[in-house]
């Protein structure tokens, strides 16, 4: 994908997620003002491995509003020429019809990978959204169904036309009512520059990598552009009751923003034991017996749904866990510096998703309800039983159809 495209998709999508929109997007209606072109499938250019039909073998599927609909089976959909006069932000709806399963659909511009969504199987037209992405000004192609997507997959109408953008404002507020007075100054500082700036980060390496040299990347940067990035990112991963060692985090923590004036970003890839059935509390495991992946993956006997229950084994884990993370936090926040804190990240994995995807990480894998408790059990063991007050919480979730079923907020 190309950079400029690249950069603001991702933008926008961070600006949907914070406004709560997820996945491939139901629309209601067209905002007319908005619209550039708008047309029957059929009567655009259909490419290589795609039809106009009016039936799917002896199957018909009525509803559709022309003469016919644009059928793509293992591949193939349709362009469209667009001659715009600014760059701007842009969407692309179409009304389809998944008959043969959710499957995932790519678009294009001018032969670039610019959206990939999942549309779900229906038994009626439904419009949807590939999403908002920039375009600059001038002739390009854009192309439903690109080279990628996994057809069977039946096209009636195309849409083209400007975002409709959700207002770029955040609330200042952080969520931790006590949050202290830098935490709040940085809260304010990012909600500021929210559609307005790029804030630019890099994440250090961890564990091992690099020989342990935690400044390769940012050597790197300063040598190639002058410049260092304004967020470093961080994991406290190697502070952990099994195989944990002090790998000096915490002091590069404070030392990025009190001597750099850096901007930090921290999360947590937490392990645990893989045969946590035969695991003594308090022992020592060497770190190729643990895993931070979901148990289907490693085959650990960690059960995180028992994190929930307070006389478990696993709440004793994390519990000491949390002790061991919270103590290097309250040095950090001893320190003044506030971190945009990432913990128990990327939950959802491919939960949901293919008819049989499962989360990447333990903390997801027993699915959302179990999810949500458990970052609101450490939210709480965080800011009230240790009281850490510099962290601006950070929920790190998808655009996919389902993705809100994993927000543990309000």
Request: glycine share 10%; net charge negative; proline share 3%.
């Amino acid at each position: 994908m190309k950079g400029w495209n690249r950069r603001l998709t991702a933008a926008v999508s961070a600006a949907a997620v914070a406004g709560g929109v997820l996945g491939a997007l139901p629309v209601t209606a067209a905002d007319q003002d908005l619209v550039i072109l708008q047309s029957e499938a059929e009567a655009l250019t259909v490419t290589t491995g795609a039809q106009v039909a009016t039936k799917v073998y002896n199957d018909e599927y009525p509803g559709y509003s022309g003469e016919g609909f644009v059928w793509a089976q293992g591949s193939g959909g349709v362009k469209i020429d667009v001659d715009l006069k600014e760059g701007a932000m842009y969407e692309v709806r179409t009304r389809c019809l998944s008959y043969l399963g959710d499957r995932l659909q790519d678009l294009a511009v001018d032969g670039e990978k610019t959206a990939e969504i999942n549309i779900a199987k229906t038994d009626t037209w439904t419009e949807v959204s590939f999403g908002y992405f920039f375009i600059p000004a001038g002739k390009h192609t854009i192309e439903v169904g690109s080279t990628g997507s996994w057809g069977y997959i039946l096209y009636d109408t195309v849409t083209f036309g400007y975002a409709k953008m959700p207002e770029m404002k955040i609330d200042p507020v952080p969520c931790d009512p006590k949050a202290n007075a830098e935490t709040r100054s940085l809260m304010k500082f990012l909600t500021d520059n929210y559609g307005k700036q790029v804030i630019s980060g890099q994440q250090e390496i961890y564990g091992s990598g690099h020989d342990g040299n935690y400044e390769y990347e940012f050597d790197y940067l300063k040598d190639t552009t002058g410049k260092l990035p304004a967020v470093r990112g961080f994991d406290f991963m190697n502070y952990n009751p099994l195989y944990g060692w002090d790998d000096n985090t915490t002091e590069r923590v404070i030392e990025w923003c009190k001597e750099r004036n850096g901007i930090a970003t921290a999360s947590w890839h937490l392990n645990v034991p893989i045969d946590f059935a035969n695991y003594t509390l308090g022992d020592a495991v060497d770190w190729q017996k643990c895993s931070y992946k979901n148990y289907q993956a490693s085959n650990s006997t960690f059960n995180t749904a028992n994190i929930l229950k307070k006389d478990s084994k696993e709440r004793q884990y994390f519990d000491e866990a949390v002790k061991m993370l919270a103590e290097q936090l309250q040095r950090v926040q001893d320190a003044g510096v506030p971190i945009i804190f990432r913990p128990l990240h990327e939950a959802q994995g491919n939960y949901g998703r293919y008819g049989d995807g499962t989360a990447w990480f333990w903390w997801g894998d027993r699915g959302p309800e179990v999810f949500k408790e458990l970052w609101k059990l450490l939210y709480s063991e965080l800011t009230e039983t240790y009281g850490l007050h510099n962290l601006i919480w950070e929920l790190n979730l998808y655009e996919m159809d389902n993705s809100i079923e994993w927000y543990p907020g309000a």
